[in-house]
């Protein structure tokens, strides 16, 4: 919009200038559209960072991809930043949930996080009591929540857990804590329980689940009342907020991160964010607290990525021990655990995150940097994906192996995007020689290695495993149909083009065999996307196709203003201030440049990488109609020119 304002004013001013000698008073330069964005942050003077680089380097390479403003009818907004998940401005509300739920509607309309207790008759918190299942069918949910805990990060103990259903169903406890903080606990338990290993019609039950967690927390509100409890029932909502399929609540992904926030909040209004033997707290409670707060920084970090907003927290107001290691794995010569391996990721995301996605964008020099510090994080050897071509009897263990994977790459993919977006606008015909050339090789290879992961991690595990039935592993590869589908009509003719068509046609294939959550609403969007790359490819390879440039094999109205895909403006000048010197860029992404370059093939097994295999394209026949939907908050314009 902004180039397209100055070229209108350009324009008049040379019209003008044929009738006149004077400037038109609205054309004058100080009320004209600056023609890169103005920075309200430049500073007067700068004070030396070691996260900024020196200005006087010539910085065309900063990118300032901030992401996407919405402004409903009613003056209604909402803001997803550039790492946002593609699904979370998704608007498909499933109204049949309130003509379908068992609660009765007194149930339903308890505020959370706070009422006012003369507003909660006391018949309400009775019938809360009366939907706990019976016992025996609460054990065996949590027995199925530990399973789910092995795979996901979180802080409950089975110890825990038995001391929870002791409260629910026996009231037996001189625990300090309400009652119907324990008991709403017990209830996102189920919630999660149903909704991972439910029949695919129990999406109702669960979310019933959900609001009676909400409601028995609400019962002796958490911001009257803040325990430790309160805050881990709060976390594991958000957990599944996001994980519950948008359908029945469309604000969900939204939710979630308001949900963490509250919980951060009430985390630090007691001190959980400090190590409890400041408080001279028992061992059993120092390590509770601990494991809370861990898997509160984590959920809070991953809800801030997923939606391109700013965490909660930093580490800088933390000072609290990682949880004991002690958990049992294949290889005990003392490597990490999944567990911790996992919080301290979180730690180098929370980083990434403070520098890649802030309001004052780094030089390239410094993504490059993160890229070597994401890329050389280690990975213990019993972590690592490794296919040997069979089936294999621990699930779980493939799971967390994809987990650890997909998060590295998942944020690998994340921090080039915007300049993988910038080189195939600049240069669709070679984009690798474009001064971002690595970022489209890193973006590719992200790409590859996340669908191939998922892919032999689909096959080793049962049909159905739950999962697949969460939007962990879909909204990953939504990600990467995306930015290929992107590649391969953006530069058809490339050494990339086909590779890339082939991890496109696998990342379909999987949405297709089940791994979608909850709905084929998105696979309508996806098959478009899918239909398109192979349309442009088909006509890049035609006999009379040799003048074929980017806007003709792309259709006419997204060719019109191509930077929208991004949400990019002009590159704009770095105010940063620094005598710091980045590492160079990893030399393995150089070497797989420079082959690409040469016209060499284009690596399907990248060095010191694991070995998934060489992809297989499927390429299936795909259509369906134009429907609206809008994907990731960066490629907003990009759909909407799709004609979704």
Known sequence: MRRRIRELEQGLSEVYATVSNETHPLLVEEHRMPSSAPSSNTPITATPSPMHPDPSVHEADVINSFGTLSIGKKGDSCFY???????????????????????????????????????????????????????EDARGACELFMNYSSYMTSSLTREELLHILEIAYHNKSADPEPATHHLGLLFIVLALSRLLYGENNDTVDSHDYFVLSRVALTLDSPVATTTVTAVQTIVYMAEYLELSDVHIDPTSCDRAWMYIGIAMKLAHSIGLHLG????????REIKRRDRVFWHLFSTDTWASFTSGRPPSTSLGFVDCNLPDDNEAYVGNDGERSWARWNYEFIKLLSQVMATAFTSRPPPYAAILDLDRKLRDFDVPAHLKLQWTGQMSSDSLFWIKRWVVLSNKEWA?????????????????????RHRYGLSVMALYRSAFRLVEGCSKTFQACPPNFPFFRTNFASSKMLSVVIVMRLLVTSAPKSNLAMPALDILNNAVALLEAGIESGSTKNMEAVRNLHREAREAVGKALRPDAAGVTFSSIMSEHLATDYRAVSGLEAPTPSHHVSAYSYAPPDPQLVQQVEMARSGASIPRVFPGQEDFGVPVGQDKASGGTGSLYILDASWEDFVAQLGF
Do not use: K, W
């Open 81 to 135: 930043g550039a790492t946002a998940r593609e699904e979370n401005t998704r608007q498909n509300f499933d109204a049949s949930y309130f003509r379908r739920t068992r609660l009765n509607e007194r149930i339903l309309s308890v505020p959370f996080p706070e009422a006012s207790p003369e507003l909660i008759p006391p018949d309400i918190r009775q019938m809360v009591y009366g939907h706990l299942p019976p016992f």
């Open 412 to 432: 690998l993919l994340n921090i080039h995007r915007a300049y993988f977006t910038q080189a195939l606008r600049e240069n669709p015909h070679d984009p690798l």
């Open 276 to 283: 409890g033997q400041r408080f001279r707290l028992g061992q």
